[in-house]
Every structure is written in C-alpha cells, then in structure tokens.
C-alpha cells in the first residue's frame, strides 16, 4: 500500500498523470526542473568538461613527446659535388698522366740505346742486345697504355660515385623531446589549469544557486498571486452580498441611491483587482513554466497554493559572515581569478629563465650518405641535450611581468571589495529576515482585529444601525489586512531565500 502511495505521489511530481489531470508540484520539483532545463547550466557543465580535458593536456607537458615525420622532394637539378670541368678531366687523368710522362719516357728511350752501345762493347751480340732492348720497349709501352686505361677507369669511378642523383629525396624521423628545465612554466601551466577547472566548478556553482534563487522567486510570485486571487474573489463575493443587501434595502425605503452608487463602485473595483491579480497570475505561471521547462499554457498546481498558512514566524537567524565568505562561489572565483594571475606571472617570467630539452631520434633518407652517396633507405640513431639561454629582449619580459603584477593587484583589490560587499549584504538579509518576521507577526495579529471588526459591522449593518459605509471601510480594512497578511508570508520565505543565497547554502 505505501508502495501504490509513493508511487502515485511520483507521478503527480514528474507529470505522468491521465489525460485531463493537473500536475502538483512542490518546490524541490521545480527546482530539479528548471535545473534540468537550464541552459546556462548546461553549457557550464559543458565549460567544466573543456577545463577538465585542457588539465589532462597540461599533465601531458612533463611526459616526453614523439613524433614521426616524412618528406618527399623533387627537384629540377640534382646536387653536384664535382664541377664539369673536373667531370671531364678525371675520366682522362690516366692519358694525361702518361702524356705528361711523355719527355721523361722519351729520356728512357735514350738510356735504353746508350745500354745497347754499352752491351755491344762489351761484346754481346748485336742481334741479342736489339730483341732485349725492342722487348723492353714493348713491354714499357704496354705498361704505359695499361697505366692510362687504369687510370682512366678509375677517374671514371670517381666520376660516378660522387653523381648524387638527389632530384628524388625521401626522408623520414621519429624524434622524441623530453622537457627537463622549462623555467618553471610547465608547473605554471598546470597550477593554472587546476585554477580553470575549479573556476568552471565555482561558476557552475553560481549558475545554480541563481537558477534556484530565480525559481523561488517565481514560485512564491505565483503562491501569493494565487492567494491574492482567492482573496479578491472572497471580497467580492462580501461586496456583492452588501450591494445586493443596500439595494434591498433602497426597495424598502431604508438606504438611498448615494450609497447603492457607493456600493456598486465599490463592486466595480473589486471585479477590476480580481481581473488584474488573475492577469497577474497567468503570467508569472507562464515565466514558472518557462524556467520549469514545461509548456507555457499548461496549468500545474503548486503545492504551496492549498495551505493555508504560507509560512510561520521563524527564529532570527545568527550573523554568519565568515561562512558565508567561505561558501559564496563569486568569492571563490575571484580567488581564483588572482591565484590565475600569480601563475601568469611565473609563465612570463620563465621566458628569461633557461631552457633544457633532451632529444632523441632516428632518421632514414633516400638517397643517404652514410656510406657515400648511395640510391637507398639508410638511417641512424641520435640523442641530444638543447639548451635555450636568453640573453637580451631589451625588457620585453620585465614589463610583461610587472604588467602582471599589476593585475594581480587589480584582482585583489576587486576581492577585498566583493568581501565587503557580501559582509554587509549578508547583515542587510539577515536584518530582513528578522523584519519580515516582525511584519508576519503584525499582520497575523491585525488579521484577527480586522475580521473581528468585519463581524461587527454585519452585526450592526444587520440591526439596522451601521450604515453601509461603515461596513464598506471594515470590509477595506479586512482586505487589507489580509493581502499584508500574504505579502508577509511571501516577504518570509523570500527573505530566506535572500539570506541562503547571501551565505552560499542555496541548495
């Protein structure tokens, strides 16, 4: 059975009613409502989301990054080490070798026919002496044209292993740096990052809290034009009565036209109040729809529109300015915001401090020259150490960090006020609370004054010796008094509402 009933209460808060019902909604459902439906809240969420990922990034900082790069180059001329002339020369270094060896072979020549006469004197025969020496210029001609051939194959060689061919070049890396001392700025970068991201959390905060004080605002709007309504239709059902008893009256001779026209004016007002409380409520329920995300010309009931009694007088509340400086998510922004400050100066001044990266890689290339130039994929291994020291800016980065300084200044003059400023709105709300409880109090005991009153003037309009004026004047002051008796129980709950939202507890 407490299942079927809680189950059924579920269904009057989110709307799952048979066709024709009207949704009851208390005040906890609206606010789920509009905070679902917010859109500002979204995109907040959406903002905490970006700062929580651009954290993440920052981590990514400290670790070491690789990369992998390729290239392809075609070029119109390829890159030649020797120049024409020596490409034409050298395949010839071998015939112009022996050319120049020309005249020391010519003296040879001469040496090898003084060697002849020198053998012949010496008795060897002619014949023997000239096939040694014919033999021996053979032999030095065939070592001479052997020498040029050599000689010119291998200026040959030469020739074509330094043709480069680079009119095709493909290159390819995977390097890897590791930050070692950036100065300081990659901490900084982090702080800053966990500063964006508490940022985002403090304005999600502050959207919230003010979506909720906006749907208390136009819920109460609502609960009392709804009891004003009720109030101008009771007034007008005691108008009507008292004009339809004067003009009862005027028939028997006993009250004059002056005070039926006095009465009828008086109908006359009251259907006009009616009228514009009832325009009045239409549309604060329509600005209650929009915030709730429901259809505009959907009727709901509110909770708080059947009782009686909107609220009771409550205790006044303790001074809680400390809290409330701890909890307000605008004084944690701009915390934030001078914290952010701090750490941009600690980015700047890191450009005049030294930087230490360490390096490593491999690269391949085609062509490569690892073993002279040769028309294939070759590659190598490399670490390093890279070291950035600034030396001159001519004070760039001293006036960007003093410009620095001076918001952090900024930021934290622009604190001190918002302290203030909350000091004493959270003593203005706190002084409201206790003086819209006062005025509750009054009111609930001018209520009982005005209705006693009201009573004894239809007693006496009844005997015959109040006149209809009098009762009028009871029947304003009834009214009165209970329309303060509603803006009084209004002033309550909004006061509180003011008041949590001065200390940050609005939840």
Same mark, same amino acid.
């Not at 002084?431 to 819209?436: L, P, S, T, Y």
């Given at each position: ?16 009613? =048979? ?17 679902? %439906? ?25 670790? =070491? ?68 020496? &014919? ?5 030095? %001609? ?36 590791? +930050? ?13 990052? @966990? ?21 208390? /605002? ?60 009832? @325009? ?12 709730? &995300?429901? =259809? ?9 529109? /059947? ?21 307000? +998510? ?12 701090? /750490?941009?100066? $600690? ?6 401090? =030294?930087?230490?990266?360490?390096? &490593?890689?491999?690269?391949?290339? %085609? +062509? ?13 291994? $490399? ?53 819209? %409880? ?21 007693? &006496? ?22 329309? /303060? ?23």
């Amino acid at each position: 059975m407490n299942r079927k009933i809680a189950f059924g209460f579920w269904l009057l808060a989110f709307g799952f009613l =048979p066709a024709g019902a009207q949704r009851v909604l208390s005040l906890d459902s609206c606010r789920q409502m509009a905070l679902r %439906n917010n859109k500002q809240l979204s995109i907040s969420k959406l903002k905490q989301d970006v700062a929580a990922n651009l954290r993440k990034s920052a981590r990514t900082k400290y670790l =070491p990054h690789v990369s992998a790069i390729g290239s392809y180059e075609h070029t119109s001329k390829e890159i030649s080490l020797l120049n024409d002339a020596q490409k034409e020369s050298l395949p010839q270094m071998g015939t112009e070798a022996v050319t120049t060896l020309g005249p020391q072979l010519a003296g040879l020549e001469g040496s090898f026919a003084q060697m002849g006469s020198a053998f012949a004197q010496l008795g060897i025969p002619a014949q023997n002496v000239q096939q040694m020496l &014919g033999d021996l210029q053979t032999n030095m %001609n065939g070592l001479t044209t052997g020498l040029a051939q050599i000689l010119n194959a291998q200026g040959q060689q030469i020739v074509d292993a330094l043709n480069t061919d680079t009119r095709n070049v493909w290159v390819g890396s995977v390097m890897f740096t590791q +930050p070692v001392f950036m100065g300081g700025s990659i901490i900084a970068l982090n702080k800053m990052a @966990d500063i964006s991201e508490k940022m985002a959390s403090h304005s999600m905060d502050a959207r919230r809290q003010a979506t909720l004080y906006h749907i208390d /605002q136009a819920y109460w709007q609502v609960v009392s034009l709804h009891h004003k309504k009720q109030l101008a239709e009771s007034y007008l059902e005691l108008v009507t009565k008292l004009d339809s008893d004067v003009h009862k009256m005027i028939d028997e001779g006993v009250a004059t036209k002056s005070d039926g026209l006095t009465v009828d004016v008086r109908v006359n007002e009251a259907e006009m109040a009616l009228c514009k409380v009832s @325009d009045g409520l239409v549309l604060s329920r329509m600005l209650l729809n929009q915030l709730c &995300g429901i =259809p505009m010309d959907e009727e709901v009931i509110l909770a708080d529109e /059947q009782s009686e009694n909107i609220a009771v007088v409550e205790l006044t509340p303790e001074l809680q300015v400390e809290e409330a400086i701890g909890n307000r +998510p605008e004084l944690k922004l701009l915390q934030s915001t001078v914290d952010m400050s701090k /750490q941009t100066t $600690n980015v700047l001044r890191a450009g005049i401090m =030294p930087q230490v990266l360490l390096t &490593g890689g491999y690269l391949v290339s %085609n +062509p490569n020259v690892l073993n002279g130039f040769q028309k294939k994929f070759g590659g190598l291994w $490399n670490v390093g150490v890279q070291v950035r020291i600034p030396i001159w800016n001519w004070g760039d980065v001293m006036y960007k960090v003093r410009a620095s300084k001076g918001a952090t200044s900024i930021a934290n003059l622009e604190l001190a006020e918002a302290r203030e400023k909350i000091e004493l709105q959270v003593n203005q709300t706190t002084f409201k609370v206790d003086e819209a %409880n006062k005025k509750l109090t009054m009111a609930q005991k001018n209520i009982q004054r005005a209705e006693e009153n009201l009573r004894t003037a239809n007693l &006496g309009f009844q005997e015959g010796v109040i006149t209809p004026t009098t009762v009028m004047e009871a029947q304003t002051a009834w009214l009165q008094a209970q329309s /303060q008796k509603i803006d009084a129980e209004i002033d309550v709950k909004l006061s509180q509402v003011d008041l949590q939202k001065a200390l940050g507890t609005l939840e």
